[in-house]
């Protein structure tokens, strides 16, 4: 019904960029929330990025500075310009979306499948 499609990952090297983007499609109602979250092997899944309805946007102490996250110009679009990557960066990044369903008054949590980051000389 709802999906999130995720892409922009690969290897770089420390101190490239790259630039992810997450799109949500189906039958929605609202979107409450869209982000970016990042899990390193062996460990627990952490916040990135978060950009709310309202224009709210919450970065990760880590990433302030380097990483910049925006609105597309595509419908229900969010990208995550990573600069300055760092080998720490290296992770799988999951786009997350609060979403409210067309055929539902409340929200659901959606996780697209995670795309590869790997910074590595």
């Known amino acids: 019904q709802v999906q999130l499609e995720e892409s922009g990952g690969g290897l770089v090297q420390p101190g490239g960029s790259l630039r992810l983007s997450c799109t949500a499609s189906?039958?929605?109602?609202?979107?409450?929330?869209m982000g970016w979250y990042r899990q390193a092997p062996g460990k627990q899944r952490e916040l990135v990025a978060v950009?709310?309805?309202?224009?709210?946007?919450t970065y990760a102490d880590s990433v302030k500075g380097r990483f910049t996250f925006s609105r597309g110009n595509i419908k229900n679009t969010v990208y995550l310009q990573m600069n300055g990557l760092k080998p720490e960066d290296t992770a799988v990044y999951y786009c997350?979306?609060?979403?409210?369903?067309?055929?539902?008054?409340?929200?659901?949590?959606?996780w697209g499948q995670g795309t590869q980051v790997t910074v590595s000389s």
């Open positions: 189906g039958s929605i109602r609202a979107i409450n929330t």
């Open positions: 997350y979306a609060d979403i409210v369903g067309t055929a539902t008054n409340y929200d659901t949590d959606y």
């Open positions: 950009l709310s309805s309202d224009g709210i946007t």
